[in-house]
C-alpha cells in the first residue's frame, strides 16, 4: 500500500475538450480556444495543448502546466490561425504525467491527418492496445487517448469518411469517452452511449464551439445550443451541422459526481444546473442531519454550495469559514515532504472571527483519503471553534473509478477500511455525515439522463476492465531482470 499521507485527498477527474469551427465569427481563434481552455481548468491542471487548422495544415503546441503558463504570448502568436481548432486540459488517469501524454494528438495517415482530445477512459484500452501491437502499431504515449486514435484510423483506412470512421470506432470502444476531434475539413464531437462525461455544444454567430461544460460557452461569449447526446456524433463541415444517432440508446449513466464536485457551478450539465444541485444536495444533508449549531460554513469551492442549502434548509446562519488562496498555483510540486504537508494551511486560512467560539457545520463535497479532512478541521479548532460537525455532500468512496477519475483501488479509501465512527475519530470531527445514496439520486431533477454510482455501490453500469490499465512501460524493472535478461539473450 502506498503512503496515503502522501497522496492527494481529493478525486481529480481527467479532462476537458474544447473546439471551434470558424464560419467568420470568430476574430481570433486561438484565443478563443486560450479562453475556453482558461475556463476549463478546474478539470485538469498537469498539461493542456492547442492545434489550429489553417487549410488542413495542422500547427500545435502542448506541454506540461496550467494553460496561462504554457501559453505565452510567443506560443500563441506561433500557433498562427486557421478555421477549425481544438484545445485540451489534462489530469492523467491512464498514462502517466509527462509531456508525451499531453493531448490533443496530432495523427498523421495514408487518408490524410486527424487531431483528437479525450476526456474519460476506456475500459478495454489494455485488450485494443495489445491487438494494435501484435499488428505492428508504435505507441508513443501511454495514454488510452492514443488507443482512441488508432481505433478511429483503422476505420477511415476503409470508410469514407472520418464521422464514419468513429462511428465504426464506437463499436469497439467500451468505457468513458467525449470526444473533440478534427480532419483537414471538419470538426467532430462525439460522446459515449453512456454519457460518462458531459459534451456539450454551443454557437458564435454561426461558428460552432464544442466544449466539456457550458461555462467555457460563456467564456467566449457562445450562446449554449444543447448537450451532445450519449451515443451521439456530430459533425461540423462548412456545409452545416450533421447529427449521427446510431449509438444513441435509452441507457444512460452520467457520473453524478460531476454534480457533486468535478463541474463548476456555473455550469448546466444535461438539463441541470450544478449550482442548484449542490444546493439540493446540502437541503437533503439538513433533512439527514440536523444538528444544534451556531453556524454553517462551506470549504471551498464546492463545498459552498452545499453548505448555502444546508443553511437555508435549517435556518442556522451561513458563514464565510475560510479564505482560500487564490494565487497558490500547483501545491503538488511543492519539494519537501514538510511543504506538502503544509499545503491546506497554505490554500485555506479559517477565518477566526465567523467560527470562534461557536458549534460549526462545515460541509464539503468528499472524503477520499481523511489527510485534509484532519488537517482543516485542526484549523477551525485553533481558530477556536467550539464544535465542528462534518457533512459530507456525497456518499463513503468505497469502490474504484474506472470512468475518467483517479480512484483505481478501494485499498487508500478512508471509508473502505473504516466505518463512519472510526472516520470521525480519525478525523478529529464532533461528528460525520455523508449524503445518502437516495439522496444523491434526485439532488438534479432536472438531469436527463441517468446517473452512475459504482464509486459509492460497486454497481457498474459497464463491466470493469478484466485487467490492469497500468502500462508496462510505466512499471519499474524488478531487481536482477537486466542481468536476466543478458544471459537469456
Do not use: W
Amino acid at each position: 500500500m502506498r503512503d496515503c499521507a502522501s497522496q492527494p485527498d481529493k478525486l481529480h477527474e481527467e479532462c476537458g475538450v474544447f473546439g471551434v469551427f470558424d464560419r467568420g465569427d470568430v476574430e481570433n481563434i486561438v484565443g478563443l480556444c486560450y479562453y475556453g481552455l482558461y475556463a476549463l481548468q478546474h478539470r485538469g491542471q498537469e498539461s493542456c495543448g492547442i492545434a489550429v487548422n489553417d487549410n488542413g495544415v495542422v500547427t500545435a503546441f502542448r506541454d506540461l502546466g496550467l494553460v496561462n503558463e504554457v501559453f505565452t504570448k510567443e506560443a500563441l502568436t506561433n500557433l498562427g490561425t486557421g478555421q477549425i481548432a481544438m484545445g485540451h486540459v489534462r489530469y492523467a488517469t491512464t498514462g502517466t504525467h509527462r509531456r508525451a501524454n499531453a493531448q490533443p494528438l496530432v495523427i498523421n495517415h495514408i487518408k490524410g491527418s486527424m487531431t483528437l482530445a479525450h476526456n474519460g477512459n476506456l475500459t478495454n484500452a489494455a485488450e485494443l492496445r495489445e491487438e494494435q501491437e501484435l499488428r505492428g502499431g508504435i505507441f508513443q504515449t501511454t495514454s488510452d487517448t492514443e488507443v482512441i486514435a488508432y481505433a478511429i484510423t483503422n476505420h477511415r483506412l476503409t470508410q469514407p469518411s472520418i464521422e464514419k470512421a468513429v462511428e465504426g470506432a464506437m463499436n469497439d470502444l467500451k468505457g468513458a469517452y467525449s470526444l473533440v476531434l478534427m480532419s483537414p475539413r471538419k470538426l467532430v464531437a462525439a460522446r459515449d452511449p453512456m454519457g460518462f462525461r458531459p459534451l456539450c455544444m454551443g454557437q458564435l454567430g454561426e461558428s460552432v464551439v464544442f466544449a466539456s461544460e457550458s461555462c467555457a460557452l460563456n467564456a467566449v461569449g457562445a450562446t449554449f445550443v444543447r448537450d451532445i447526446e450519449p451515443g451521439e456524433i456530430v459533425v461540423v463541415t462548412d456545409e452545416g451541422i450533421e447529427s449521427i444517432r446510431t449509438h444513441c440508446s435509452s441507457k444512460t449513466s452520467l457520473c453524478v459526481f460531476e454534480y457533486v464536485y468535478f463541474a463548476r457551478p456555473d455550469s448546466v450539465i444535461d438539463g441541470a444546473s450544478v449550482h442548484m444541485a449542490r444546493m439540493r444536495a446540502g437541503q437533503y444533508l439538513a433533512k439527514e442531519y440536523p444538528i444544534e449549531a451556531d453556524v454553517v460554513i462551506g470549504v471551498p469551492d464546492s463545498g459552498l454550495d452545499a453548505a448555502l442549502g444546508y443553511s437555508l434548509e435549517s435556518g442556522i446562519p451561513y458563514g464565510i469559514g475560510f479564505l482560500k488562496n487564490k494565487y497558490i498555483g500547483r501545491t503538488f510540486i511543492a519539494p519537501t515532504q514538510a511543504q506538502r504537508e503544509n499545503d491546506v494551511r497554505i490554500k485555506l486560512n479559517p477565518i477566526a472571527a465567523t467560527v470562534a467560539g461557536k458549534r460549526v457545520v462545515m460541509v464539503d463535497d468528499s472524503i477520499v483519503r481523511g489527510t485534509t479532512s484532519l488537517k482543516i478541521i485542526k484549523l477551525l479548532r485553533e481558530a477556536g471553534a467550539k464544535e465542528v460537525h462534518m457533512l459530507l455532500s456525497c456518499p463513503p468512496f468505497l469502490y474504484p473509478c474506472y470512468f475518467g477519475t483517479d480512484i483505481d483501488s478501494s485499498e487508500n479509501l478512508i471509508a473502505y477500511n473504516h466505518t463512519i465512527e472510526e472516520i470521525r475519530q480519525i478525523i478529529g470531527a464532533d461528528s460525520l455525515g455523508f449524503l445518502s445514496i437516495e439522496a444523491l439520486g434526485d439532488v438534479a431533477p432536472g438531469c436527463k439522463l441517468g446517473f452512475c454510482n459504482g464509486c459509492f455501490t460497486g454497481d457498474y453500469p459497464v463491466a470493469p476492465p478484466a485487467r490492469s490499465q497500468k502500462n508496462k512501460f510505466e512499471e519499474p524493472l524488478e531487481p536482477g531482470f537486466l542481468t536476466q535478461k543478458a544471459a537469456e539473450d
